[in-house]
């Protein structure tokens, strides 16, 4: 599996987008771009995945570089409630396999 | 929304107890898992099950087995809890070709003393 890099830590302000980045520079073809997050003493919370297309959900958007090496999650208006560890996984495919979570990247939105 | 709900917080047990922690999902999921989690480790995978009475081992099985009698509810035992089995026990489900989209219980945080 792709290695990732996250910042250890960023800040933003509640209102304001939250604008995650990871770095995968050895991502192959078929492997696929994941962000979940924890919050603390709760378990991981999927927010969103994809190949090679941006993509957009009620939570977030991802977007992913044209050579894949690298991506960016949104938050486009972030609240308290969004402070939390966020991680991005890079794999094939996620079922029956480790959910390997590097540090991820501690997200503290302030009021 | 989904629940995934752990029959515990938090545990405290003595070395060579028996441990059982029961997870139950309310979304009718086919495919449920136990994760641990540990610090610098991230999640890894203990057992997973796609169906009624099925189950597959994970890649740390050592020292676990699961019980899934009831499709909403996926059991893991400790035969004989040791120190090192310390740790947060997490629980998840998913659907079937969905397994990107893992939902998760809050945990257990089981102490072995």
């Known amino acids: 599996d792709a290695k990732t890099t996250q910042p250890t830590s960023m800040d933003c302000a509640e209102g304001r987008a939250a604008n995650l980045p990871c770095n995968h520079s050895?991502?192959?073809?078929?492997?696929?771009v994941y962000w979940y997050r924890q919050i603390h003493s709760q378990g991981p919370q999927y927010i969103i995945h994809?190949?090679?297309n941006n993509e957009t959900n009620e939570m977030a958007s991802l977007i992913i570089t044209e050579d894949r090496k690298s991506s960016t999650l949104i938050l486009p208006h972030a609240t308290l409630r969004d402070t939390a560890v966020y991680y991005c996984?890079?794999?094939?495919?996620?079922?029956?396999?480790?959910?390997?979570f590097g540090p991820g990247t501690r997200l503290s939105v302030l009021p | 929304d989904v629940k995934v709900t752990q029959s515990s917080r938090y545990l405290v047990k003595r070395t060579g107890e028996k441990v059982f922690l029961e997870c139950v999902q309310d979304?009718?999921?086919?495919?449920m898992f136990w994760y641990r989690q540990d610090p610098g480790l991230g999640l890894r995978l203990i057992y997973f099950?796609?169906?009624?009475?099925?189950?597959e081992k994970g890649d740390i099985p050592e020292g676990y087995s699961v019980s899934r009698e009831k499709k909403e509810r996926f059991s893991l035992i400790l035969e004989s809890a040791s120190t090192n089995q310390t740790s947060m026990y997490l629980c998840?489900?998913?659907?079937?070709?969905?397994?990107?989209?893992?939902?998760f219980g809050p945990g257990t945080r089981l102490t072995v003393t």
């Open positions: 994809g190949l090679k």
């Open positions: 050895t991502i192959s073809g078929n492997e696929y």
């Open positions: 099950s796609y169906d009624v009475k099925m189950k």
């Open positions: 979304m009718d999921h086919e495919n």
């Open positions: 996984i890079v794999r094939r495919v996620l079922y029956g396999q480790n959910f390997v």
């Open positions: 998840a489900s998913s659907q079937p070709g969905q397994e990107y989209e893992q939902y």
